[in-house]
């Protein structure tokens, strides 16, 4: 184990870059513009402008590099937790389960 005060296995490294997320849900696929706020080995943090988003839901994020040194990210994840901001965005937290 780590020894820094939030216990987590995998440090997470704060982002705040612009990124595209693809919900495949039951009721439809849509593509939104998110803000990704922090990442790990494991799992992101996104801020999304939907007032919620189900747990359990399979999500693209794609997150474009704007330096030749660091590639794109494409990931497929799954929404473990969902903390509403305000009435129209929420604060998704999403295990990452496939790097593409």
Do not use: H
């Not at 849900?25 to 849509?30: A, F, G, L």
């Not at 509403?84 to 965005?89: G, K, Q, R």
């Amino acid at each position: 184990m780590l020894g820094y005060d939030d216990k987590r296995n995998f440090f997470r490294m704060m982002v705040n870059s612009p990124c595209q997320l693809e919900i495949n849900d039951e009721e439809s696929s849509r593509t939104l513009q998110a803000v990704c706020k922090d990442i790990s080995a494991t799992g992101m943090s996104l801020e999304v402008a939907e007032p919620s988003v189900e747990l359990g839901t399979k999500v693209n994020v794609s997150i474009d590099s704007t330096s030749s040194q660091i590639p794109s990210l494409s990931a497929v994840a799954t929404v473990v937790r969902c903390v509403p901001e305000s009435d129209a965005s929420c604060i998704l937290g999403v295990e990452i389960s496939e790097m593409n």
